[in-house]
């Protein structure tokens, strides 16, 4: 199990290496740059001064090995959105309305998912089947700024009972809570559902039956058990994914959360802060994953404790 | 009254492109500490058969009717759920042919025996536990508590096959359906398991129905048979009886080219293809690769006659 996580670990560690190099060049990729304002031009002399003072001038890769250098203290530089500020006390503020919202969305979303799947599986082919499969269907393929932008309009301007913006007060989150919560409502009905079919017809539920348990304790004791193992690891790469916030649910609902920034440092060609948004989201996935490794070995004893042995 | 009985079972599975006719008819029954083999080909309809006796059959898809169903006196097909998961594993138990994916991958076998002896009776989980242990070290294992805190993956077939039987044995049912136990194992463990499941037949007094294709086993195993061909019964008859003088040209036909018995040796082969379930031929099934048939056995199937003590058979020869 130690040098099960010493493995991952390292894997992790190399994967995060790769991908901030990758988007580091990207970013510098990029046509443009911070100071080519098109509307007030900077003198060339000014311009080029300027570019000095934050290390622009210099090769990629010093800028790339001074950069990491500051972002391993914890110093991700100053935005040039914000020059007054730094990036991370810009940020500080904005990645508590995504949370919020996102993860209250995934709390709310995919309970309610795992228990429409284990309906839909214990009655297949009713009603309650049809519905889990419409829901499944709709939520994942309705983009989210659809349901966004519908949950506006039937709510907000339609029927007036809620507002349409999605901060600060909490009766505003219930829109952009319902939005975040279809994706992992959707997901986790037809996960489940899946799942729990392919175990029902495993060959060892069939002896659990022949032994004289009751259906319920199959399913609830040994069917879920076997099919969470999926289940589980997917939780938590989704629960990142979708509390780090959304683009379009944070633009529709105008929330000043971190989705927003992903756009605006883009704009105002903003390496330090994108750059620190993107590592950020890189180095959770990376952890998310770990952890859902390990969880997954904890409790598949297939991987937890080896082969044979007796 | 006879521990298992069963009368005209019928059971099929309707398909998007017909119906596949797996059990038409079939009658027999087995009593108290008595051991019956089921042989015949593959698809003969001798799993379903016993899947169905202890109503083991998803309902939908299949579709079961029998004038008899009874399994130690209760009704099985008027069972409700309850009655029915009470009977299973504590009056009537069954062994699978494929242990390796019998077992809860995710549980220990020493959890999975003793949530058996939990699910029929008052037990602390300590005390389940302890009995496992006395049940695996009854099938022959010799370090019950290791292999107890084993996961199914890291035991072999043959010790996992044990470790079903144990299962299957854990609440000392009157009745052991075994569906081809050996089938999956190495030759030189096949022995061992059915020395073991004859042995421990006796010591219970159980009845036990065995399925095989392996007529060796029946030799050795059984007292009576009942020989399958396309869901019907073809014949029945004491073992010695099914070896000496078998009177349905089908067992005929099975017996003819085997020089010997020995344990291992399989069913051979007969000339022609088993009949499609779910187109089946009229009259007698084995009417088309039968040497002796006509136009009666095409049209008609045979009604079932006595040809001994507790034998009978269903041809138009023997009429
Ligand atoms: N769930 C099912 N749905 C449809 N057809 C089925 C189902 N189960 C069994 N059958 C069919 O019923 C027939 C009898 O099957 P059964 O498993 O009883 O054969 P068997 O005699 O046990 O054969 P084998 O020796 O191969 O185990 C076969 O044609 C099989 O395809
Ligand atoms: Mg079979």
């Known amino acids: 199990m130690t040098r099960f996580i010493l493995q991952r670990l390292l894997s992790v560690a190399t994967t995060f290496f790769i991908v901030s190099v990758i988007i580091f060049l990207m970013m510098h990729s990029i046509p443009?740059?911070?100071?080519?304002?098109?509307?007030?031009?900077?003198?060339?002399?000014?311009?080029e001064r300027i570019m000095a003072q934050y290390g622009l001038d210099q090769p990629l890769y010093v800028q790339y090995f001074k950069y990491m250098g500051g972002v391993l203290q914890g110093d991700f530089g100053v935005p040039f959105q914000a020059p007054g500020q730094t990036v991370v006390s810009l940020l500080s503020q904005a990645w508590i309305p995504s949370l919020v919202l996102g993860g209250l969305g995934v709390l709310i979303g995919a309970p309610l998912g795992i228990l429409l799947g284990i309906a839909a599986a214990l009655n297949r082919n009713t009603w309650i089947d049809y519905l889990a499969s419409a829901v499944a269907t709709l939520g994942l393929t309705i983009p989210v700024f659809v349901t966004s932008m519908i949950l506006i309009l039937v709510f907000a301007v339609w029927l007036n009972w809620l507002p349409s913006s999605g901060w600060p007060e909490?009766?505003?989150?219930?829109?952009?809570i319902t939005a975040y919560a279809t994706i992992p409502l959707a997901t986790y009905a037809r996960y489940t559902r899946s799942a729990m079919l392919d175990t029902l017809n495993k060959p060892f539920v069939t002896v659990l039956r022949a032994k004289g348990l009751s259906e319920g304790r199959i399913v609830y004791t040994h069917v879920l058990r076997n099919s969470s193992i999926p289940m589980v690891t997917v939780f938590l790469p989704m629960f990142i994914g979708t509390a780090t916030g959304s683009i379009f649910v944070e633009s529709m609902f105008r929330v000043p959360g971190l989705g927003l920034f992903f756009v605006s440092s883009i704009r105002t060609r903003d390496y330090p802060t994108e750059m620190a948004l993107m590592l950020m989201l890189t180095l959770m996935f990376c952890v998310a994953y770990i952890i859902s490794d390990i969880l997954y070995a904890m409790l598949n004893p297939r991987i937890r404790n080896g082969g044979r042995s007796t | 009254m006879h521990l298992v009985e069963i009368s005209d079972l019928e059971v099929s599975f309707p398909q998007a492109d017909g119906v596949v006719q797996a059990v038409r008819g079939a009658s027999f029954h087995v009593d108290a500490g008595e051991s019956l083999g089921i042989v015949g080909e593959s698809g003969s309809g001798k799993s379903v058969t016993c899947m169905a006796a202890l109503r083991l059959l998803r309902q939908p898809p299949a579709r079961i009717s029998a004038s008899r169903l009874n399994v130690d006196g209760t009704d099985m097909l008027a069972a409700d759920k309850r009655k029915l998961a009470s009977l299973r594993g504590r009056v009537a138990a069954m062994v699978f042919q494929d242990p390796m994916t019998a077992f809860d991958p995710v549980f220990t076998i020493g959890y999975q025996i003793g949530e058996t002896i939990r699910a029929h009776r008052e037990a602390t989980k300590a005390a389940a536990r302890s009995e496992a242990e006395a049940l695996l070290a009854r099938v022959e294992i010799r370090n019950p508590s290791a292999v107890a805190d084993s996961y199914p993956h890291q035991l072999s077939g043959g010790m996992l096959q044990r470790a079903m039987i144990a299962m299957a044995l854990s609440c000392q049912p009157r009745v052991l359906f075994a569906d081809e136990p050996t089938t999956a194992l190495d030759v030189t463990v096949q022995a061992q398991i059915l020395q073991l499941i004859k042995e421990l037949q006796a010591e219970l007094g159980m009845g036990l129905v065995m399925i095989t294709h392996d007529l060796g086993v029946i030799a050795e195993?059984?007292?009576?048979?009942?020989?399958?061909?396309g869901g019907r019964v073809m014949e029945e008859a004491p073992v010695d009886a099914i070896f000496d003088a078998p009177q349905h040209p089908y067992t005929v036909a099975l017996m003819g080219s085997m020089p010997g018995l020995a344990p291992g040796r399989r069913l051979v082969e007969i000339?022609?293809?088993?009949?499609?379930?779910?187109?089946?031929?009229?009259?007698?099934?084995?009417h088309p690769r039968c040497t002796q048939a006509d136009a009666r056995c095409a049209a008609e199937m045979p009604p079932v006659v006595r040809t001994g003590p507790q034998a009978q058979a269903a041809c138009w020869r023997l009429t």
């Open chain 1, 32 to 47: 443009g740059g911070p100071f080519d304002g098109g509307e007030m031009p900077l003198p060339p002399a000014v311009r």
């Open chain 1, 170 to 176: 909490p009766h505003k989150w219930i829109l952009p």
């Open chain 2, 221 to 229: 195993t059984v007292d009576r048979v009942v020989v399958m061909y």
């Open chain 2, 271 to 286: 000339p022609g293809g088993s009949p499609d379930p779910s187109n089946p031929p009229s009259g007698c099934p084995f």
